[in-house]
């Protein structure tokens, strides 16, 4: 799939973007790790994009996430997915959302193939999650 073909998916069937995106084969010699990478290992954002990881990495140590990373052979694509999320729903089914309150979601593929699949996966899940909420809400 070209990026002009890429693009035109994302507008049709969902509305996220990629807001981070690292590609884990050039930045896993423990030096060249980008601050933004390290924060969300640290923080445990990221980690649940490699779930199940062995006890030792759920501390969030970077050395010992990236070590594992390696020995595991994960060396794709480590995206932050973001998603507009509805802010009502409306009777005739039609639901509003924009930018203005999205969530986020640490994905992992192998390939830009991948990682689109998996992004627009992530994507139609938190939304449909909302929608499930809101719905509920309103009954």
Known sequence: MDNMQAAQ???DRNSFR???LFWLATCNDGMSVPDEL????????????????PDYCESGNVDEVL??????RKLGFLARVETPIPTAVHESGY??????MYTQRWVYAESLDEMLA???QASKQAIEKR?????????
């Open 131 to 139: 929608l499930t909420k809101l719905r509920a809400q309103a009954a």
């Open 95 to 100: 639901s509003t959302h924009g930018w203005g």
């Open 118 to 120: 998996v992004a627009e």
């Open 38 to 53: 390290k924060d969300a290992i640290e923080d445990g954002d990221a980690l649940d994009a490699f779930s199940p990881l």
């Open 67 to 72: 070590g594992w990373l390696l020995d595991e």
């Open 9 to 11: 998916l994302v507008f």
């Open 18 to 20: 990629i807001g981070a």
